[in-house]
C-alpha cells in the first residue's frame, strides 16, 4: 500500500500501515494511525487540522460506546427468558411446563420445589409414599392450572407442605427424659398392660406388670429419632420397639413394631 501525502491528513504516515478514519459530513478517508514494524500504533498530530480529527474520534467513541450498551441490552433483556426451571423447557409438553418455562420466576420456584421434594425423599421415613403423592400433585393440582397466579399459588403451598412435614418428622414431641416413670395403658393393644422405664446414669431398666404381676424384668431401653428399643435381659426375641407418634397432657401416643394401631399410655408417676 502506498503512503498518503501528508497534505491529505493532520496525521503524518511512518509506514506502510495506515489506519483509517472517515471524518463526518466530508467523505474523505483519513490515515488515523501508523503502525511501526513491532506493531505499536502511534499518533502524530502535524497541522491544525488535528483538533478536527480529535471531535471526530470523540463522536466515533461515542457511537461505539452507545452500540456496546445496546448490545449489553439486547443480551441481558434475552436472559430473563431463560427459565430456570428444574427440567429441560426445550421439552415441555404441557401446558402448564410452557407456562413455566414463559416466565423466570416461575421457573425458580420450580427448581425450588424439586430441591425440597429431593431433600424429602432422602430423608423421609416415607420415602414412596412421598413420591405418589408428589405424583397426584402433578396430576391434580398443577395439572389443573391454566395461568401463572394458578401454577404460583400451587407450587408455593406444595413447598409449604414439604417443609411442613419434614420439620414435623425431624422433630420427636418427648424428650428421653419425659419417658421415665409408670404408664398404664389407657387405650389399643399395646404389648405391656402396665410399664416403667428407669433411668440411673448411664443405665436404662425397663419392667412391666400384667394383672399387677411382673412380667417382664430386668430389661433395658434405648430411646434415639423417636424409637424407644425395649430388650429383654435375655431373651432377644421379647424385644419390642415403640415408636412415638405423639405426646401431651402426660400421655404417650405410641405404635409397636411397624404396627399401623395406635396405642396411648398414661403417665401415673416416677
Not at 472517515?22 to 502535524?46: C, E, H, K, N, Y
Amino acid at each position: 500500500m502506498g503512503r498518503f501525502p501528508s497534505s491529505v491528513s493532520p496525521y503524518t504516515l511512518a509506514d506502510e500501515v495506515p489506519l483509517f478514519l472517515i471524518l463526518p459530513r466530508s467523505g474523505f478517508v483519513q490515515p488515523l494511525a501508523q503502525a511501526d514494524r513491532r506493531g505499536s500504533v502511534s499518533l502524530q498530530p502535524t497541522t491544525a487540522g488535528g483538533r478536527l480529527l480529535d471531535a471526530a474520534l470523540s463522536a466515533n467513541r461515542m457511537i461505539v460506546f452507545r452500540a456496546i450498551i445496546i448490545s449489553l441490552i439486547i443480551t441481558l433483556g434475552g436472559m430473563d427468558s431463560v427459565s430456570a426451571a428444574s427440567f429441560d423447557c426445550s421439552k415441555a409438553s404441557t401446558a402448564q411446563e410452557k407456562l413455566i418455562c414463559s416466565d423466570n420466576s416461575l421457573g425458580v420456584l420450580d427448581d425450588q420445589l424439586a430441591q425440597i421434594y429431593k431433600e424429602r425423599i432422602t430423608h423421609s421415613k416415607e420415602a414412596e409414599a412421598e413420591k405418589q403423592r408428589q405424583i397426584r400433585w402433578l396430576v391434580d393440582v398443577r395439572g389443573k392450572c391454566s395461568s401463572k397466579d394458578c401454577l404460583r399459588e400451587a407450587y408455593t403451598r406444595r413447598m409449604a407442605t414439604l417443609k411442613t412435614q419434614a420439620m414435623e418428622e425431624s422433630t420427636c414431641p418427648v424428650q428421653e427424659t419425659d419417658l421415665v416413670g409408670a404408664w398404664v395403658r389407657r387405650s389399643g393393644s399395646g404389648f405391656f398392660e402396665k410399664m416403667a422405664f428407669g433411668m440411673n446414669g448411664a443405665e436404662r431398666d425397663f419392667n412391666s406388670w400384667l394383672d399387677h404381676r411382673p412380667e417382664f424384668s430386668g430389661g433395658s431401653w434405648t430411646f434415639k429419632d423417636c424409637e424407644i428399643d425395649i430388650k429383654h435381659q435375655t431373651e432377644a426375641q421379647l424385644g419390642v420397639v415403640f415408636v412415638v407418634i405423639g405426646y401431651r397432657n402426660e400421655q404417650l401416643h405410641v405404635t409397636e413394631n411397624g404396627e399401623k394401631g395406635e396405642s396411648i399410655y398414661r403417665k401415673v408417676g416416677k
